[in-house]
């Protein structure tokens, strides 16, 4: 049953991180969103910035160990922690710049990251915890993936940011197709969706599930949306390669999710509660998404412990420079220290 909390929260979160493309022009809501997914899956370069804030977490109790419970001091650090990222995107080259700026327990933590088709490079903080050498210090650290994945026995994978947006756009398409527009979907007025005043908005979307529609929404997840994922990602290899699975094992899961489905709608009934999970998006003038922000409100309910998770989180994010000339944050190092090399030092297995 863990598998089927899992599955649960994917495919109830998917819901609202793979509608990631809004309105268009005054067309009709869920048209609009799927012509906007089409349009944004054609950019060759965008800047956005993005910020992801934890409102509330619970997690059920453990035991105390040393005479401290551990999940009380998860918790308290995670409350109110906050992400924000700063990101240029190319096609041509295949590469990404981020800045990360992570706002946790009262310290902020920043990390710079460059994305090629084969390579990350990442600044790491100089934290004592992580007991970083001199030879890391205010360098970048290079992880040749295609390489560790080779040295893993896996497939060779490199980091192909159009193929992963190729995914995303498809099982979007998907998904928005299984929920009806009468009962999810429904155009707004910018002021009253709360978008900022700085973006140029001529169509707003929201999407929204709670309590008055979440029975409807399970059977719809349950028994059209997930095995049509599942059945779009089988057939295609880039999409097997990026989650790294074989054909084989998605199909295998697909049978066992077909295998009984009235459990899994019984269980999602009786032990998921979504106050709230909404995905609102603006669109401008050229049918590109300008922006989006989300609300993740959900309870999780162990009914055989009457342990209960509660997740409330929200996100929004700005794009820019639609197809402009990209200007990328760093330049990428020449003297960056090897992940192999840093873990030899560190004495840790290369595998973490």
């Known amino acids: 049953m863990k598998t089927v909390q899992r599955l649960a929260y994917v495919a109830l979160i998917a819901v609202l991180l793979v509608i990631a493309g809004c309105s268009s022009g005054d067309a009709p809501p869920k048209q609009a969103l799927q012509d906007a997914m089409k349009n944004m899956e054609k950019l060759d370069s965008y800047s956005a910035k993005l910020s992801l804030g934890i409102d509330n977490i619970e997690l059920p109790a453990s035991e105390a160990q040393n005479g401290i419970d551990m999940t009380s001091v998860i918790t308290g650090m995670m409350k109110g922690a906050k992400l924000d990222i700063k990101m240029v995107y190319a096609k041509e080259p295949k590469r990404t710049d981020m800045e990360l700026n992570l706002l946790l327990s009262g310290t902020t933590i920043t990390i710079p990251m460059i994305m090629t088709a084969d390579k990350l490079y990442m600044k790491l903080p100089a934290l004592p915890m992580l007991q970083l050498p001199e030879s890391a210090a205010g360098k970048f650290v290079e992880l040749d993936l295609k390489a560790l994945a080779e040295q893993q026995g ?7 940011a159009a193929a992963q947006q190729q995914l995303v756009q498809e099982l979007g398409a998907v998904v928005l197709k299984h929920f009806d527009e009468k009962t999810y979907f429904k155009s707004v007025k910018a002021k009253d ?21 979440y029975k409807q929404s399970v059977q719809t997840i349950v028994n059209e949306m997930v095995p049509e994922l599942l059945t779009v990602i089988a ?3 880039s999409y097997l390669q990026a989650i790294q699975k074989s054909k084989e094992d998605v199909e295998k899961m697909k049978t066992d999710w077909e295998a009984d489905k009235a459990a899994k709608i019984d269980y999602l009934n009786q032990n998921v ?3 709230e999970l909404t995905f609102t998006g603006a669109i401008n003038k050229d049918k590109m998404l300008s922006y989006q922000a989300g609300k993740v409100n959900v309870e999780l309910t162990d009914k055989d412990t009457g342990g209960t998770t509660k997740v409330n989180v929200h ?9 402009g000339s990209p200007k990328f944050f760093y330049e990428v190092p020449t003297d960056a220290v ?8 560190m004495q840790l297995p290369l595998g973490l």
């Open 315 to 323: 996100y929004d994010m700005t794009y820019g420079d639609l197809n």
């Open 338 to 345: 090897k992940f192999e090399d840093l873990m030899k030092q």
């Open 193 to 213: 969706a709360g978008i900022p005043g700085d973006v140029k908005a001529d169509q707003v979307i929201q999407f929204k599930m709670d309590e008055s529609n």
């Open 235 to 237: 057939s295609n290899d």
């Open 154 to 160: 896996a497939a060779a994978t490199t980091l192909d």
């Open 273 to 275: 509660k979504v106050n």
